[in-house]
């Protein structure tokens, strides 16, 4: 089964993505359409993951969207980049985690494209630059197609965190592309779809 590679440039309305990622989950269940990778950014939006507590929302004021996918509360904007996917695990390897190990190793291959050493953390699902996060990880499978994806931030606004815990974490323990690297990234889309595409299309084979 071959991967479609959707780049969206103007920013795509969380609910029209999520929307469009079910349905092609469903036509993947029904025998049809390729799997898919889409590299896209939203507005902002703050969105509840399953394991989400109240606890962790600092500015009561925001709307928040609850989601099913894994993982806490989080924000999405302008200048973060998203990579969702859309993956038939049963005509591939049927290991969630071997699938996680794969998304964690393509961000950290896009970020050494800009000089940018990161780590994982056993406790933590993420991606780490010393003690602060600068991609989160959450996904969701049902009879073993899995969806949703990663987001990593790269010249978003990162005071929009200051509404929030994300992940659970305090606010200031979150980073980006621009912050550490003090430029503004070159070629963003074109490195995403190189090194997702090469990682998730070899996923399982």
């Not at 499978?141 to 790269?154: D, F, L, P, Q, R």
Request: proline share 2%; glycine share 6%; with cysteine.
């Amino acid at each position: 089964m071959s991967i479609e590679i959707k780049i969206s440039k103007r920013p795509i309305s969380y609910k029209t993505a999520i929307k469009f990622m079910e349905n092609r989950v469903q036509s993947i269940k029904n025998g049809g359409t390729n799997e898919l990778i889409w590299i896209l950014e939203h507005p902002l939006i703050y969105t509840a993951g399953i394991r989400s507590q109240k606890n962790e929302i600092i500015d009561k004021s925001i709307k928040l969207i609850k989601v099913n996918r894994g993982g806490k509360i989080t924000l999405h904007s302008p200048g973060q980049k998203i990579v969702y996917f859309v993956l038939n695990l049963n005509k591939r390897k049927k290991d969630i985690r071997a699938l996680v190990t794969t998304i964690e190793r393509s961000i950290i291959e896009f970020l050494m494209l800009y000089k940018i050493k990161s780590k994982i953390d056993k406790k933590n699902i993420g991606i780490w630059i010393g003690k602060k996060k600068i991609a989160a990880i959450g996904i969701k499978v049902t009879k073993w197609i899995a969806y949703h994806g990663c987001s990593i931030n790269v010249v978003n606004d990162l005071s929009y965190y200051k509404k929030i815990n994300p992940c659970g974490l305090n606010n200031k323990n979150i980073t980006s592309v621009k912050e550490v690297t003090k430029t503004f990234p070159k070629k963003v889309n074109l490195n995403l779809k190189n090194v997702f595409f090469r990682n998730l299309n070899k996923f399982g084979i």
